[in-house]
């Protein structure tokens, strides 16, 4: 399985921005996911989305600006981000959990443990 992430780029902030994770291969789906890491620090978790289901979860940093999706039919997960401040500026990762047993907690979902395969990245840069 191979991820490929795109639509990061250069927006101002208050402004919005799509990014679009594309899974190719054999992937049964189990849950996908979006982290992001800043300049000088650790990876940290933006939002993840059950492949069956649907249920979403969300850092409280990006609550009620970012939107998780996804379109079983592509592979593909999406990441709406809107109200984008300067902090959100990053290299997004989206990451893919192929098979084993369902996840039944947040925390799994938010772990960059529960997660098989992992994206290149794509860069999300928001000036103020």
């Known amino acids: 399985v191979q991820l490929q992430a795109s639509g990061g780029g250069l927006v101002q902030a208050g402004g919005s921005l799509k990014l679009s994770c594309t899974a190719s291969?054999?992937?049964?789906?189990?849950?996908m996911g979006w982290f992001r890491q800043a300049p000088g620090k650790e990876r940290e978790f933006v939002a993840a989305?059950?492949?069956?289901?649907?249920?979403?979860y969300y850092a409280a940093s990006v609550k009620g600006r970012f939107t998780i999706s996804r379109e079983i039919a592509k592979n593909t997960v999406y990441l709406q981000m809107d109200s984008l401040k300067p902090d959100d500026t990053a290299l997004y990762y989206c990451?893919?959990?192929?098979?084993?047993?369902?996840?039944?907690?947040?925390?799994?979902?938010?772990?960059?443990?529960?997660?098989?395969?992992w994206g290149r990245g794509t860069q999300v840069t928001v000036s103020s």
């Open positions: 990451a893919a959990r192929d098979r084993g047993p369902p996840l039944y907690s947040s925390a799994s979902y938010r772990s960059e443990s529960t997660y098989h395969y």
């Open positions: 291969g054999r992937f049964s789906g189990n849950a």
């Open positions: 989305i059950a492949w069956t289901g649907g249920t979403t």
